[in-house]
């Protein structure tokens, strides 16, 4: 069910309940051809629905994390008259939305492993993200509009979710680029660690939130996803049913049991 892509543009591993998915196009900034958007967009949906994914990492091998869209196909389009190139695209952005909607959709921990640039369409893993670690070559870049688009991918929905919608739009149209310290100071980064303990930090925490009680731990992320949106008395109506849920679960008994006896636990749910 999970394995990497035909074309090696990326490739996918599983390890203690994580799947770790690594951009594997490194001599072209790990950007994602659209060739492989509807295997991206099955891997997605099939972590879904399998409870043995309790956390997925994403990943970009070599120095870039990931340049987003593959800006050499776009020059292929160029040979197009206007009209075919707009329907070209018109067939084909769909599918980028349903990678967007599944990538938000997986209900449990996403982690981001950033090293290099995360740029364009790329920014969608970084932005849907729920722990995001990165070393100091780690930049965030709104490049969109360097080659004269609108943004896609997501980010005009998610940026604003992290950054605050005023930030977003000055970061969206002055094109900008963040190096890693203003990035964690925006919250786009949560940690910087070195070069050196980059991959070992980003798999520890990706273990880490798969050995999490699963039940509470989606709940939660549910409970957070479009809180904004929600009444005051939805929200509490909302933490009282996961409350009440979460009780009658083994992972609870297991936690009080541990913290009682002074141990860690080891919930049921991850076993």
Same mark, same amino acid.
């Given at each position: 069910?999970?394995?990497?892509?035909?074309?090696?543009?990326?490739?996918?591993?599983?390890?203690?309940?994580?799947?770790?998915?690594?951009?594997?196009?490194?001599?072209?900034?790990?950007?994602?051809?659209?060739?492989?958007?509807?295997?991206?967009?099955?891997?997605?949906?099939?972590?879904?629905?399998?409870?043995?994914?309790?956390?997925?990492?994403?990943?970009?091998?070599?120095?870039?994390?990931?340049?987003? %869209?593959?800006?050499?196909?776009? !020059?292929?389009? @160029?040979?197009?008259?206007?009209?075919?190139?707009?329907? +070209?695209?018109?067939?084909?952005? *769909?599918? &980028?939305? &349903?990678?967007?909607?599944?990538?938000?959709?997986?209900?449990?921990?996403?982690?981001?492993?950033?090293?290099?640039?995360?740029?364009?369409?790329?920014?969608?893993?970084?932005?849907?993200?729920? &722990?995001?670690?990165?070393?100091?070559?780690?930049?965030?870049?709104?490049?969109?509009?360097?080659?004269?688009?609108?943004? +896609?991918?997501?980010?005009? @929905?998610?940026? *604003?979710?992290?950054? %605050?919608?005023?930030?977003?739009?000055?970061?969206?149209?002055?094109?900008? !680029? @963040?190096?890693?310290?203003?990035?964690?100071?925006? %919250?786009? &980064?949560?940690?910087?660690?070195?070069?050196?303990?980059?991959?070992?930090?980003?798999?520890?925490?990706?273990?880490?939130?798969?050995?999490?009680?699963?039940?509470?731990?989606?709940?939660?992320?549910?409970?957070?996803? %479009?809180?904004?949106?929600?009444?005051?008395?939805?929200?509490?109506?909302?933490?009282?049913?996961?409350?009440?849920?979460?009780?009658?679960?083994?992972?609870?008994?297991?936690?009080?049991?541990?913290?009682?006896?002074?141990?860690?636990?080891?919930?049921?749910?991850?076993?």
């Amino acid at each position: 069910m999970f394995v990497s892509a035909e074309d090696n543009s990326y490739r996918v591993e599983i390890d203690r309940g994580v799947l770790r998915l690594s951009f594997n196009r490194p001599e072209f900034g790990n950007a994602v051809p659209s060739t492989a958007v509807p295997a991206l967009i099955a891997l997605f949906r099939n972590a879904q629905s399998d409870p043995a994914i309790r956390a997925i990492l994403v990943r970009g091998e070599g120095r870039i994390f990931s340049a987003g %869209g593959d800006v050499a196909g776009f !020059k292929r389009s @160029l040979a197009q008259s206007a009209t075919e190139r707009q329907a +070209d695209f018109a067939e084909r952005l *769909p599918r &980028l939305r &349903l990678l967007v909607e599944a990538v938000i959709a997986f209900d449990r921990p996403i982690v981001a492993s950033i090293r290099g640039a995360a740029a364009g369409a790329g920014l969608l893993y970084p932005l849907a993200a729920d &722990l995001v670690i990165g070393d100091d070559s780690a930049t965030f870049v709104f490049a969109h509009q360097k080659i004269g688009l609108s943004p +896609d991918g997501g980010i005009t @929905l998610l940026l *604003p979710q992290v950054v %605050g919608q005023r930030t977003a739009r000055m970061l969206m149209l002055t094109a900008a !680029k @963040l190096d890693a310290a203003e990035a964690m100071r925006l %919250g786009i &980064l949560h940690r910087i660690v070195s070069a050196e303990t980059l991959e070992d930090a980003s798999m520890l925490a990706a273990v880490r939130l798969a050995r999490a009680p699963q039940r509470a731990i989606r709940l939660a992320k549910q409970m957070l996803v %479009g809180v904004s949106r929600r009444s005051i008395g939805e929200i509490l109506d909302a933490e009282t049913a996961g409350i009440v849920e979460c009780v009658g679960d083994e992972d609870f008994s297991e936690g009080v049991s541990a913290f009682m006896e002074k141990r860690a636990a080891i919930f049921p749910s991850t076993l």
